[in-house]
């Protein structure tokens, strides 16, 4: 990475630690009580969210959300449309605030990047062998530079699972360091993947592993597994990522993924953001959802909120 | 109120932490709840004028808005009411079938779920417990505690093998304000399935969901007399306890009225169990899950303001734990929310009473007299009504009182510890023994702590956690008795052996 591209980035980003350190690192990292954490999930999952703060928490919701396609069977066509909702959600309410960013696999980053020109939506590229991240460590490398050489202003990369669960960190964690590394000048994002990690003590210490690398984000899924962001496990990264801040000073951003079709959980995301992380974390650059179907959703019950009924879903647009 | 005087030691951390998203109101509207004018005693299956001719008021403590009238039950009324107790066991409770006193106890544990929105309301605006714990914690358990004992009350052989168990025939149960309705549950539901008939006397404070729990029995059709309810303040209880007809007293509540009621009874024949009070102990050590531990920390002294008295309201650190502990501590303490509680996202309601309040506030002057260091975040309080601050006291000693007493308040004593052989002697060095938490990943070192813990229950990992099939209660002065699982129905059985009589 080069030295005018770390001083753009205006921030140090690069690895707190050293490589033979990871596993020091790994196992201070603190336990995890399941039955704890998923009742403190839940019942802040019953936080009673209405009116005013509602309509402020749907519009954040927009605002921190990468609205996102990942499917084999994208098309320029599919990106084109997707980009224009990204810029304007609802064409007939200029109130409603651009998404965060469009997310999708780095074939498309260009045509994304001439339909957001001009615009604040960024560009968002998944990158690294995308989704099980095991493709030749040159290969991933190479992969995330050419995305940010073609413009991504974010890239997406999946931890090495295989490398991390089976205790080889100071390898996962050198890898970690050198996407970082290549991703530049771009915001990089680390997917935990949390549904293959097998427990909370492992969602917690692969989020510290991450953060320590130098990561922006640390991500829960690449939705394309059975199980994706769930509650618990989002909270466990935030406490992991709140603990982290109080350590060294730097704040991670946490992005939910995978599943998130409803403002209810929308919403619910967010409170667990509020009350584990703080009032600072609520914004785009610390707090994403990545969702497709969620922004029409979010949509219908701006509206809603408004005018006390609900619209037909055909008075909002598919793209 | 006292604690203005002291200095609060607010952190800077509340100016970063300026909330920018305001929760606007959700509060749970009372339109299910209907309020009578006044509600008279519960004597023989029909809501009766008291002999007594008084009347009281109970009041909404988050408003101090009278809520309606209440009887005050003289001896006059109270013998009344023992005496359709006894009528009923002997005419039709104690030679009911099982089975036929299971059908009356199912039915009402569904009427409380039918209704439990209903009675989680009024629990809130009778009690000022937080709605989401009244609707979350006291009604679901009430219902499944109802269930619970409607399953042994056609098992009572299989129960007690080799024995015969019989009723022991009239109950009198006395309960605390803490939790109503849920109190109510604990000694009706196990005294109903032994086949027991019952006088309850609610505490005055907050008499109103156990009266609405009348009408339910009453249009559960339960045989007249079984269950009566007779409210009043200490001279109602102590009129029940001294009554020569009750052959059974079940009482929760404070450690020195458990005393009263333990003398005045010597040498009467009549048993008894008693659930008292508690000073907890919530053992952290260095290896637990920090952030759950905070968690159930948490909850273990500000769940229900602080009134339970299994609260843990002692918090024994491991010393190289302590510093990383109190800063999530209080860190998360700015989190809670102090206020209406009706309020679905109140975390702490009201205090219970002006009596309580003035309680909990002389024990915290007493805090930072002998030295103690306070915390308390920073939060509005409403004006009217009876509320106290979080508060964290740090620097403490085993010797001050606020490590010795119950505060029976949002009010935790931090003290630290360095073995796990000083954390057994310092938790057990109270006169009380309800409860204990343990926290720690170590499986082992929980069951070496759980052998020698002097508590009757021991949460691991966890606190404040019940169930029906779970015994409760005390070592020492924290009483003696069990409820709750089989445990629960011994009190209310006299069990000869088979053959036996």
Redesign the interface.
């Known amino acids: 990475m080069s030295q005018a591209a770390e001083i753009e980035r205006g921030r140090p980003g690069l690895a707190l630690y050293a490589p033979k350190e990871a596993a020091r690192l790994v196992s201070r990292v ?4 399941a ?3 998923e ?2 999930a839940a019942s802040l999952a ?9 309509l ?2 749907l519009d954040l919701a927009i605002r921190c959300m990468d609205l996102t396609t990942l499917e084999g069977t994208d098309t320029t066509g599919k990106v084109v449309a997707m980009c224009a909702k990204a810029v304007r959600p609802n064409p007939l309410d200029d109130s409603i605030p651009s998404v965060a960013a469009v997310c999708l696999y780095p074939h498309l980053v260009q045509v994304a990047l001439g339909q957001l020109k001009g615009t604040d939506v960024k560009v968002a590229s998944v990158a690294g062998s995308f989704p099980a991240g095991l493709g030749p460590l040159g290969a991933r490398l190479a992969e995330i530079r050419e995305v940010v050489d073609l413009g991504a202003h974010e890239v997406d990369i999946v931890l090495n699972r295989s490398l991390f669960l089976g205790g080889r960190y100071a390898e996962c964690f050198e890898e970690l360091v050198a996407a970082r590394d290549a991703s530049g000048s771009a915001h990089l994002k680390v997917i935990l993947e949390t549904g293959e990690l097998g427990s909370y003590d492992r969602i917690r210490q692969a989020s510290v592993l991450a953060m320590a690398s130098g990561a922006d984000f640390i991500k829960t899924s690449t939705g394309k597994i059975g199980v994706n962001a769930t509650l618990p496990s989002a909270l466990c990264m935030m ?1 992991a990522a709140r603990d982290f801040r ?1 350590e060294t000073g730097h704040r991670v951003g946490v992005k939910v993924a995978g599943g998130i079709r409803a403002s209810k959980q929308a919403i619910q995301y ?1 409170v667990l953001v ?2 584990t992380l ?3 974390w ?1 914004t785009p650059d610390l707090f994403r959802i990545g969702a497709s179907t969620l922004l029409n959703d979010v949509l219908m019950q701006i509206d809603k909120e408004r005018t006390g009924r609900y619209q037909g879903p055909d008075y909002f647009t598919i793209d | 109120m006292a604690t203005k005087d002291i200095e609060r030691s607010a952190t800077s951390a509340l100016e ?11 509060p749970e509207s009372t339109e299910i709840v209907r309020l009578e004018d006044r509600y008279g005693l519960f004597i023989g299956g029909e809501f009766v004028e008291p002999k007594s001719g008084k009347w009281f008021e109970t009041i909404d403590p988050a408003t101090e808005e009278p809520l309606a009238k209440v009887a005050e039950a003289g001896p006059e009324d109270v013998d009344l009411a023992v005496k359709a107790a006894r009528a009923a066991s002997d005419e039709t409770w104690r030679d009911l079938p099982g089975s036929e006193r299971a059908k009356y106890l199912y039915r009402i544990a569904r009427q409380l779920q039918e209704r439990a929105r209903e009675f989680a309301v009024l629990e809130t605006m009778d009690g000022g417990k937080p709605i ?1 714990e009244s609707r ?1 914690v006291d009604l679901p358990l009430s219902a499944a505690h109802f269930f619970y004992y409607a399953g042994w009350a056609d098992k009572l052989e299989y129960a007690f093998p080799n024995r015969h168990p019989r009723p022991v025939g009239v109950a009198g149960q006395v309960i605390p304000w803490n939790f109503p309705m849920l109190m109510a549950a604990w000694k009706l539901a196990p005294a109903l399935a032994a086949g027991n008939t019952v006088v309850l006397k609610p505490a005055e404070t907050t008499p109103l969901t156990a009266l609405l729990l009348a009408q339910v029995i009453q249009e559960a059709e339960l045989p007249p007399g079984v269950v009566n309810i007779v409210t009043g303040a200490g001279p109602t209880g102590g009129a029940l306890v001294e009554h020569e007809d009750v052959d059974k007293i079940a009482f929760t509540g404070s450690t020195e009225v458990g005393k009263i009621i333990r003398r005045s009874i010597a040498g009467t024949g009549k048993r008894l169990t008693l659930e008292l009070g508690g000073k907890a102990a919530n053992i952290v050590f260095e ?7 905070i ?2 920390v948490i909850n273990g002294i500000f769940f229900n303001q602080g009134h339970v008295c299994c609260a843990g309201s002692r918090l024994l650190v491991e010393e190289p734990m302590f510093e990383p502990l109190i ?1 999530k501590l209080k860190e998360r303490l700015q ?1 809670m929310r102090v206020g209406n509680p009706l309020d ?2 109140t975390d702490i309601g009201a205090i219970n009473s002006r009596a309580q309040l003035e309680k909990i506030e002389e024990l915290v002057a007493a805090g930072v007299e002998e030295g103690a260091e306070m915390y308390q975040p920073e939060c509005l309080l409403p004006e009217r009504g009876f509320w106290f601050r979080p508060t964290l006291f740090t620097n403490v000693s085993q010797s001050h009182r606020i490590a010795r007493e119950e505060i029976f308040g949002p009010v935790l004593s931090i003290i630290t510890f360095r073995t796990p052989s000083e954390a057994i002697e310092k938790a057990n060095n109270t006169p009380y023994g309800l409860s204990a938490g343990i926290w720690t ?1 170590k499986g082992s070192r929980i069951l070496w702590m759980a052998e020698r813990m002097q508590a009757g229950v021991v949460w691991a ?2 606190f404040n956690r019940f169930d029906p099939a779970s015994p409760f209660g005390g070592y020492k002065e924290s009483g003696f008795g069990r409820e709750g699982g089989l445990q629960g129905l011994e009190p209310y059985l006299e069990l000869e052996p088979n053959g036996g009589r």
């Open positions: 603190t336990p995890v009580d039955v704890g954490l009742e403190r019953k936080r009673s969210i209405k009116r005013e703060s509602k402020w928490a406490e109080h967010l509020y009350e703080g009032p600072e609520m | 970063q932490r300026e909330p920018v998203w305001e929760y606007a109101d959700a989401k979350d290896d637990a899950p920090l952030d759950q531990a968690e159930g800063g989190t679905k996202n990943e990992n966890t």
